[in-house]
């Protein structure tokens, strides 16, 4: 699985963005789970969100995420997106998505498959 995340860029605070996610080969939707992490600078990579890809199709966030994010999916597409509201300078940091083939959700160890990165910046 080789993925694609885009859709970053500069945003004010109160704005809003749609980061996409998608494969070059294959389908998106093995089953496992879809997640979102970001890495902001001089901090660790944090878990945002994710949505499970088997029967399930459970979507967890992480309590910052909760409420202002979502995890749409467009299966025509091959895509899943995350939809970030009400966006806050604390929410800048490179944005990665990721495919594990596992149960896990929030957990990066548990991701076997990770996109480059895209960065969001929101100002104040």
């Known amino acids: 699985v080789q993925l694609q995340a885009s859709g970053g860029g500069l945003v004010q605070a109160g704005g809003s963005l749609k980061l996409s996610c998608a494969t070059t080969?294959?389908?998106?939707?093995?089953?496992?789970?879809i997640g979102w992490f970001r890495q902001a600078p001089g901090k660790q990579r944090e878990w945002v969100a994710a949505i499970s890809t088997t029967t399930s199709g459970v979507t967890k966030y992480a309590d910052f995420a909760q409420g202002r994010f979502t995890i749409p999916k467009d299966y025509a597409k091959n895509t899943v997106y995350l939809q970030m509201n009400s966006l806050k300078p604390e929410d800048t940091a490179v944005y990665y998505c990721?495919?594990?083939?596992?149960?896990?959700?929030?957990?990066?160890?548990?991701?076997?498959?990770w996109g480059q990165g895209t960065k969001v910046t929101v100002s104040s």
């Open positions: 990721a495919v594990n083939r596992g149960s896990g959700l929030s957990r990066d160890y548990e991701y076997d498959y």
């Open positions: 080969v294959g389908s998106i939707f093995v089953p496992g789970a």
